[in-house]
């Protein structure tokens, strides 16, 4: 395409030429590439090539540039009715294709290639382009057109601090179409580190703009973009990035679009391995993500549930980060299918307990709060055969029932519910359980909730039932009809209670939080 970027083309050098014993076939060597690995627009070998709405593939600085000067490739035009001006540019990586160009690139001992820079890649679109079409480029990051100022909404989102950079965080008001593309374009553009992180320090400004705004920018290309930030070692772009996912998730119509762009991946990564802010944005993105019952399920699969007991467990992170975990591991063990990963997680059942049984005087109520969150999960937990074996296994119906006698779940209190709830969910149908149960003198505590008084209120009647139905388990005349299998998604306590998951309070709340008051 005269782009000026050489073809591969393999010729054995002269000292390397074979000698008369060598048999013919292997005298001479002489390769191209396969046709398929060459960008249409670079001709050159793709270094990460990504597939376009059409189903055509293209080296992705190249398509992106394309997209930028509003300029639809041949190649493209005559095998599809797509353009890339009309709608945001959804790539998807090729990886079976990069997989075998790399492979091809080792078998011929070449070296692999590199992705173009987006200038680079610039130039050469810009080198297709007709004379007579005039290119119609997005404004360029560095110097963005004039813009009014208006004046900025006083909405405040205090869970986030402000970006975090030492670089100019000024965008412009426009559009939402063009602030869009703004972003993105200074997203990609932005080659050097300095670069990059007043990107993302300027996009996690954006985000804290408003509801509109949020929306504006929660778009494919855009998340796509976001994802290698957060996988980036520098510590003020990571946690940047999942800020700005946090703050896009404060939307309900952006939760499943954020988990379809294949964010929750890298979201997990920073979980396991990025630096402590950016954990804590992490952690909360994912709890965010999981209040949407349809997202529950995939973040389970992507493996989010280790990370996040690891980080409730955890001493050495803060309080926000651990409850915010809390919260997420909550959400997500409403899903069913994700329960008995949860019990087959080794070392899950002894970390929630542990954290159960934690009181630490300095901080009585942040231990309180996170004792709550590990008595959720426990009673969510038991729902499933898995759960209830892992559970009883783990020494839970002891720990269960010290939690009660000692005070960490005083009568009549939320936190006496879900424990109540998790017995007489391990008791149902299980021998097993009537031996653990005496052994750790269930009865005594259980007779008390039994025969407390008519008229405590506040779920009362719930605690008492769900402790006479366990009593009666306790002596094999467990009939497990009508209160436990009205309650089969597994909720077995007071009607306040079981509106208090999906509660959901936004980043305005006075401490900085997301999360329920509990």
């Known amino acids: 395409m005269g782009t000026g970027r050489p073809r591969w083309k393999l010729t054995s050098s002269p000292r390397n030429s074979p000698s008369p014993s060598t048999s013919p076939s292997s005298s001479f060597v002489t390769s191209e590439p396969p046709a398929e690995f060459l960008c249409p627009i670079s001709g050159s070998l793709m270094a990460d090539p990504v597939i376009v709405p059409s189903g055509d593939t293209f080296e992705r600085s190249c398509i992106q540039?394309?997209?930028?000067?509003?300029?639809?490739?041949?190649?493209?035009?005559?095998?599809?009715?797509?353009?890339?001006?009309?709608?945001?540019?959804?790539?998807?990586?090729?990886?079976?294709?990069?997989?075998?160009?790399?492979?091809?690139?080792?078998?011929?001992?070449?070296?692999?290639?590199?992705?173009?820079?987006?200038?680079?890649?610039?130039?050469?679109?810009?080198?297709?382009?007709?004379?007579?079409?005039?290119?119609?480029?997005?404004?360029?990051?560095?110097?963005?057109?004039?813009?009014?100022?208006?004046?900025?909404?006083?909405?405040?989102?205090?869970?986030?601090?402000?970006?975090?950079?030492?670089?100019?965080?000024?965008?412009?008001?426009?559009?939402?179409?063009?602030?869009?593309?703004?972003?993105?374009?200074?997203?990609?553009?932005?080659?050097?580190?300095?670069?990059?992180?007043?990107?993302?320090?300027?996009?996690?400004?954006?985000?804290?703009?408003?509801?509109?705004?949020?929306?504006?920018?929660?778009?494919?290309?855009?998340?796509?973009?976001?994802?290698?930030?957060?996988?980036?070692?520098?510590?003020?772009?990571?946690?940047?990035?999942?800020?700005?996912?946090?703050?896009?998730?404060?939307?309900?119509?952006?939760?499943?679009?954020?988990?379809?762009?294949?964010?929750?991946?890298?979201?997990?990564?920073?979980?396991?391995?990025?630096?402590?802010?950016?954990?804590?944005?992490?952690?909360?993105?994912?709890?965010?993500?999981?209040?949407?019952?349809?997202?529950?399920?995939?973040?389970?699969?992507?493996?989010?549930?280790?990370?996040?007991?690891?980080?409730?467990?955890?001493?050495?992170?803060?309080?926000?980060?651990?409850?915010?975990?809390?919260?997420?591991?909550h959400h997500v063990s409403l899903a069913g299918m994700n329960q008995p990963k949860i019990a087959k997680t080794p070392g899950a059942v002894r970390s929630l307990l542990t954290v159960m049984a934690a009181r630490d005087a300095a901080a009585p109520a942040e231990a309180a709060a996170l004792r709550r969150l590990a008595m959720m999960v426990v009673a969510n937990l038991a729902v499933c055969a898995e759960g209830r074996a892992a559970l009883m296994d783990g020494g839970a119906v002891a720990a269960v029932v010290d939690a009660m006698r000692e005070g960490t779940a005083s009568k009549g209190t939320a936190e006496e519910e879900y424990c109540l709830s998790a017995l007489y969910r391990m008791s149902r149908g299980s021998l097993r359980f009537r031996g653990l149960a005496r052994a750790a003198g269930a009865e005594r505590v259980l007779m008390r909730v039994a025969e407390e008084s008519v008229g405590g209120g506040g779920g009362g009647g719930v605690r008492r039932e769900t402790a006479r139905k366990t009593l009666r388990a306790m002596k094999g005349e467990d009939d497990a009809v009508g209160f436990g299998d009205e309650y089969d998604d597994g909720s077995v306590v007071s009607e306040g209670l079981m509106s208090f998951p999906m509660r959901y309070r936004d980043y305005g709340a006075s401490s900085g939080s997301n999360t329920a008051q509990f």
Not at 136 to 151: D, G, N
Not at 209 to 229: F, I, K, W, Y
Request: glycine content about 4%; proline content about 9%.
């Open 65 to 329: 540039a394309c997209a930028s000067l509003s300029f639809t490739p041949p190649s493209l035009s005559s095998s599809s009715s797509h353009s890339l001006s009309s709608s945001p540019l959804f790539l998807i990586p090729n990886v079976a294709l990069r997989t075998s160009i790399l492979n091809w690139c080792d078998q011929f001992h070449l070296p692999r290639p590199t992705p173009l820079s987006p200038a680079t890649a610039h130039d050469i679109v810009r080198r297709l382009i007709p004379q007579k079409e005039a290119p119609k480029e997005t404004p360029s990051p560095i110097a963005p057109p004039p813009f009014s100022v208006r004046k900025k909404k006083e909405e405040s989102i205090p869970y986030l601090s402000p970006p975090t950079s030492t670089r100019s965080n000024k965008f412009p008001s426009s559009s939402s179409v063009e602030d869009e593309e703004y972003m993105f374009n200074k997203l990609i553009s932005s080659e050097e580190e300095s670069e990059q992180e007043e990107a993302a320090a300027s996009l996690r400004q954006a985000t804290r703009e408003g509801r509109e705004r949020r929306v504006s920018l929660c778009t494919p290309r855009l998340l796509a973009a976001l994802r290698p930030m957060l996988l980036s070692r520098n510590a003020a772009i990571q946690t940047n990035a999942a800020a700005v996912v946090v703050n896009l998730s404060l939307e309900a119509s952006n939760k499943a679009k954020i988990v379809r762009s294949g964010a929750v991946s890298p979201l997990i990564e920073v979980l396991k391995s990025g630096n402590p802010e950016a954990r804590d944005n992490a952690a909360g993105a994912i709890y965010s993500l999981a209040l949407e019952d349809e997202n529950r399920a995939t973040i389970g699969v992507l493996g989010a549930i280790p990370p996040l007991i690891q980080l409730l467990a955890s001493g050495s992170d803060g309080y926000r980060a651990r409850r915010d975990a809390g919260m997420a591991l």
